[in-house]
T-cell receptor, first 112, second 115 residues
Framework: KQEVTQIPAALSVPEGENLVLNCSFT??????LQWFRQDPGKGLTSLLL?????REQTSGRLNASLDKSSGRSTLYIAASQPGDSATYLC???????????FGKGTRLHILP | EAEVAQSPRYKITEKSQAVAFWCDPI?????LYWYRQILGQGPELLVQ????????DSQLPKDRFSAERLKGVDSTLKIQPAELGDSAMYLC?????????????FGNGTRLTVT
C-alpha cells in the first residue's frame, strides 16, 4: 500500500530565506507527482506536476524535483515571502489503479 | 481562470439530518472527484466519476452517502443521516480525461459541522 509522507509537519522560517519541503513515497510505480498549496479554509491549488519520466519542473520561485527510484520529491521555494505561508501537500498518481494518494502536508509559516 | 464551483461554503446540521453538497466542475473536465478532508490530514477520496459513470466508490460509506452526476456535468453528494464523525471539509475536484498529464483543480470546499 502506497504511503506518502511529508516531514516536517510544520515549518517556520524568516522572510527572504530559501527553503525545501520534502515528500517521500513508498511505491515508486507512479504516473506523476503533484504539489499543491492550501490556504486555511480553502481548497487546494495545483502548483506543479512532474511526470514520472521528468526530474524537475519550475514555475517562478518554485522548483519541484522528483527522484522516483528513491521515492522522494522536494519543493524548493526561493526568496520566501509572507504570502507563501500556507500548507503544502504532495500527491502521487499510482500506475496500477490511477488512485491519487495525498500526504498530510507541511504547514509553512514565513515570518515577516 | 475557470474554477470549480462548490456550494454551500458552510453547513451546520444536527445529527440524523440530511445534507447535500453541490459541485460544478470546470467545463470540459470529464473526471470529477469528491474528497473528504479532516483538519491536519490530506484529502481522502470518496467517489470518482468519469462523465456520468462512477469509476471508484470503494471508500464511500454507502449506507449513508450517495453521489450522482446525472448529465456528466455537475454533481451532488448527499449524506443521510449525518453523524458527528462526518464533520469535515468536503472538496470537489475535476480534471481532464487525460489524468496522467492534467493537474487536479479543486473547489473551495464545503465545511460541514454536525452537532
Amino acid at each position: 500500500k502506497q504511503e506518502v509522507t511529508q516531514i516536517p509537519a510544520a515549518l517556520s522560517v524568516p522572510e527572504g530565506e530559501n527553503l525545501v519541503l520534502n515528500c517521500s513515497f513508498t511505491d515508486s510505480a507512479i504516473y506523476n507527482l503533484q504539489w499543491f498549496r492550501q490556504d486555511p479554509g480553502k481548497g487546494l491549488t495545483s502548483l506543479l506536476l512532474i511526470q514520472s519520466s521528468q526530474r524537475e519542473q519550475t514555475s517562478g520561485r518554485l522548483n519541484a524535483s522528483l527522484d522516483k527510484s528513491s521515492g522522494r520529491s522536494t519543493l524548493y521555494i526561493a526568496a520566501s515571502q509572507p504570502g507563501d505561508s500556507a500548507t503544502y501537500l504532495c500527491a502521487v498518481v499510482m500506475n496500477r489503479d490511477d488512485k491519487i494518494i495525498f500526504g498530510k502536508g507541511t504547514r509553512l509559516h514565513i515570518l515577516p | 481562470e475557470a474554477e470549480v464551483a462548490q456550494s454551500p461554503r458552510y453547513k451546520i446540521t444536527e445529527k440524523s439530518q440530511a445534507v447535500a453538497f453541490w459541485c460544478d466542475p470546470i467545463s470540459g473536465h470529464a473526471t470529477l472527484y469528491w474528497y473528504r478532508q479532516i483538519l491536519g490530514q490530506g484529502p481522502e477520496l470518496l467517489v470518482q466519476f468519469q462523465d456520468e459513470s462512477v469509476v471508484d466508490d470503494s471508500q464511500l460509506p454507502k449506507d449513508r452517502f450517495s453521489a450522482e452526476r446525472l448529465k456528466g456535468v455537475d454533481s451532488t453528494l448527499k449524506i443521510q443521516p449525518a453523524e458527528l464523525g462526518d464533520s469535515a471539509m468536503y472538496l470537489c475536484a475535476s480534471s481532464l480525461l487525460d489524468r496522467h498529464n492534467s493537474p487536479l483543480h479543486f473547489g473551495n470546499g464545503t465545511r460541514l459541522t454536525v452537532t
